[in-house]
């Protein structure tokens, strides 16, 4: 059985890792393009994908997610001309198992090998399944999946846990997830919002401060922190907090013990730290806007949130969740939807998120009044406009699409033209097909109605990549 497999333009290359992989008993599949290898993978059990250049200007870094899903799920490392830094950033962020730059080191690429089926082997046994209290998380995509995953480490622990991600993506759900699933849940989850803790106060919030310690301090207070206590401390949008209380909070960590305003005696706190931002925190370190050893401090575990734009696999769920929602809250029976309401859904960028869904199934549950079924007209203006536009920005020009009409002798028979432009329709849609789904082939054969093989036929007779 093949357990490796080697996909690289280089056939030289390709055969040179053959024979190496050979002699240490291993066995392994060759593809010169990626179009056949992920064929291969589909319809194989590879544990390691030894991933090269494509010929042509395709970049296979972008196709690691789709690597990832298939159901063997390998290990991936890659092998590159380049000796980008960026790209080898990029490709450990994008999920590579290792990446290491051309010509390549032969024998450290077997000792990598070596390691990278070790690890395939042993994760099944280190990832039991466990079952988690969701707090309201919907989905089932491989994305989320990984994600809960993480949560699931992160809840057997008391390691910070770094949350990143754009505006709307549910970084307090998670967080949430992290405490409900953990052995402090039974504890206060307290949320500090570090955008809007006024400058004036934000010590004696976080702190406390004793009665008298400045003028308006009119009773005692015991501050977030210590509410804290035996529970989690979630700080939302961390990347806000002013630099002189970085400084402070900093102490906090490492003792977990701090002075409240106007205190003459240090208390202590024993909470579970938890912190997200929708910022860079690392270019924020290079810029010397953000403590480097506090952000140590924090990104103890890190959970990198997907936007929902490349969880389209869950739309559908969520979009039955925020309807089923929005009717109880408004007191009235739960409405269906049609086809073209969730393909319209589908087609937005929403840059806003899940937060942004939300409020839009919300108002569109409140403008179809006592009607049962939701159709694209009852999404606003503004999702319908820019779905409108993302559809025709690819369309040629009307004056490609006609016959010419220089001559009787230049103009084409029916069946000519038929076969012509039905082939640009195709490869059109095609196009708009692997943007819409980012390449994931299961959500564009949802989209689609096509069948796999069909899908993938199609691509290759038009020539087109995801």
């Given at each position: 059985?093949?357990?490796?497999?080697?996909?690289?333009?280089?056939?030289?290359l390709?055969?040179?890792?053959?024979?190496e992989?050979?002699?240490?008993?291993?066995?392994?599949?060759?593809?010169?393009?990626?179009?056949?290898?992920l064929?291969?993978?589909?319809?194989?059990?590879?544990?390691?994908?030894?991933?090269?250049?494509?010929?042509?200007?395709?970049?296979?870094?972008?196709?690691l997610?789709?690597?990832?899903?298939?159901?063997?799920?390998?290990?991936?490392?890659?092998?590159?001309?380049?000796?980008?830094?960026?790209?080898?950033?990029?490709?450990?962020r994008?999920?590579?198992?290792?990446?290491?730059?051309?010509?390549?080191?032969?024998?450290?690429?077997?000792?990598?090998?070596?390691?990278?089926?070790?690890?395939?082997?042993?994760?099944?046994?280190?990832?039991?399944?466990?079952?988690?209290?969701?707090?309201?998380?919907?989905?089932?995509?491989r994305?989320?999946?990984?994600?809960?995953?993480?949560?699931?480490?992160?809840?057997?622990?008391?390691?910070s846990?770094?949350?990143?991600?754009?505006?709307?993506?549910?970084?307090e759900?998670?967080?949430?997830?992290?405490?409900a699933?953990?052995?402090?849940?039974?504890?206060?989850?307290?949320?500090?919002?570090?955008?809007?803790?006024p400058?004036?106060?934000?010590?004696?919030?976080?702190?406390?401060?004793?009665?008298?310690?400045?003028?308006?301090?009119e009773?005692?207070?015991?501050?977030?922190?210590?509410?804290?206590?035996?529970?989690?401390?979630?700080?939302?949008?961390?990347?806000?907090?002013?630099?002189?209380?970085?400084?402070?909070?900093?102490?906090?960590?490492?003792?977990?013990?701090f002075?409240?305003?106007?205190?003459?005696?240090?208390?202590?706190?024993?909470?579970?730290?938890?912190?997200?931002?929708?910022?860079?925190?690392?270019?924020?370190?290079?810029?010397?806007?953000?403590?480097?050893?506090?952000?140590?401090?924090?990104?103890?575990?890190?959970?990198?949130?997907?936007?929902?734009?490349?969880?389209?696999?869950?739309?559908?769920?969520?979009?039955?969740?925020?309807?089923?929602?929005?009717?109880q809250?408004?007191g009235?029976?739960n409405?269906?939807?049609?086809?073209?309401?969730?393909?319209?859904l589908?087609?937005?960028?929403?840059?806003?998120?899940?937060?942004?869904?939300?409020?839009?199934?919300?108002?569109?549950?409140?403008?179809?009044?006592?009607?049962?079924?939701?159709?694209?007209?009852?999404?606003?203006?503004?999702?319908?406009?820019?779905?409108?536009?993302?559809?025709?920005?690819?369309l040629?020009?009307?004056?490609?699409?006609?016959?010419?009409?220089?001559?009787?002798?230049?103009?084409?028979?029916?069946?000519?033209?038929?076969?012509?432009?039905?082939?640009e329709?195709?490869?059109?849609?095609?196009?708009?097909?692997?943007?819409?789904?980012?390449?994931?082939?299961?959500?564009?054969?949802?989209?689609?109605?096509?069948?796999?093989?069909?899908?993938?036929?199609?691509?290759?007779?038009?020539?087109?990549?995801?």
């Amino acid at each position: 059985m093949n357990n490796i497999l080697i996909i690289d333009a280089d056939r030289d290359l390709g055969q040179d890792l053959m024979t190496e992989l050979s002699k240490r008993s291993l066995h392994a599949a060759y593809s010169v393009n990626l179009s056949k290898g992920l064929a291969m993978l589909h319809v194989g059990d590879f544990r390691l994908v030894l991933l090269g250049e494509e010929s042509g200007d395709r970049n296979t870094l972008e196709y690691l997610s789709t690597l990832r899903e298939i159901p063997s799920r390998p290990e991936i490392i890659v092998l590159s001309s380049s000796r980008d830094p960026d790209a080898a950033e990029a490709a450990i962020r994008g999920g590579a198992w290792n990446f290491m730059p051309k010509p390549v080191n032969m024998p450290r690429l077997m000792v990598l090998v070596e390691r990278a089926l070790e690890y395939h082997r042993e994760r099944p046994a280190k990832s039991a399944p466990v079952s988690l209290r969701r707090e309201g998380i919907i989905g089932n995509s491989r994305l989320l999946n990984s994600c809960l995953d993480i949560v699931a480490e992160a809840a057997a622990s008391d390691v910070s846990v770094l949350i990143t991600g754009e505006t709307g993506t549910g970084k307090e759900l998670f967080a949430r997830a992290i405490h409900a699933n953990s052995g402090r849940a039974g504890k206060p989850f307290v949320v500090v919002d570090c955008a809007a803790l006024p400058d004036t106060l934000v010590e004696s919030m976080l702190f406390g401060h004793e009665r008298g310690a400045f003028t308006s301090a009119e009773s005692r207070s015991v501050g977030l922190i210590r509410q804290a206590d035996g529970g989690t401390l979630f700080l939302d949008e961390v990347g806000e907090l002013p630099l002189s209380v970085q400084k402070v909070f900093l102490r906090v960590l490492e003792g977990r013990s701090f002075r409240p305003v106007g205190g003459a005696q240090e208390v202590t706190s024993n909470f579970r730290l938890v912190a997200a931002t929708n910022r860079d925190l690392e270019a924020m370190v290079r810029s010397e806007t953000f403590r480097r050893d506090l952000y140590y401090r924090l990104r103890g575990i890190r959970l990198e949130l997907s936007p929902l734009r490349d969880l389209l696999d869950d739309m559908n769920d969520l979009v039955c969740h925020f309807i089923r929602r929005a009717c109880q809250r408004q007191g009235i029976d739960n409405k269906g939807s049609s086809p073209d309401f969730l393909d319209t859904l589908m087609q937005y960028t929403w840059p806003g998120n899940i937060r942004e869904l939300s409020n839009a199934i919300d108002q569109a549950v409140l403008r179809a009044g006592s009607e049962p079924i939701l159709y694209p007209q009852h999404l606003s203006r503004n999702i319908r406009a820019s779905v409108a536009r993302l559809q025709v920005a690819d369309l040629p020009p009307l004056e490609e699409r006609t016959p010419p009409m220089t001559s009787p002798d230049d103009f084409p028979d029916l069946r000519t033209y038929r076969e012509k432009h039905l082939a640009e329709l195709e490869t059109w849609y095609l196009k708009n097909l692997m943007l819409i789904s980012k390449g994931q082939i299961a959500v564009a054969c949802r989209l689609s109605g096509l069948s796999r093989p069909r899908l993938y036929a199609l691509l290759k007779e038009r020539g087109v990549g995801r």
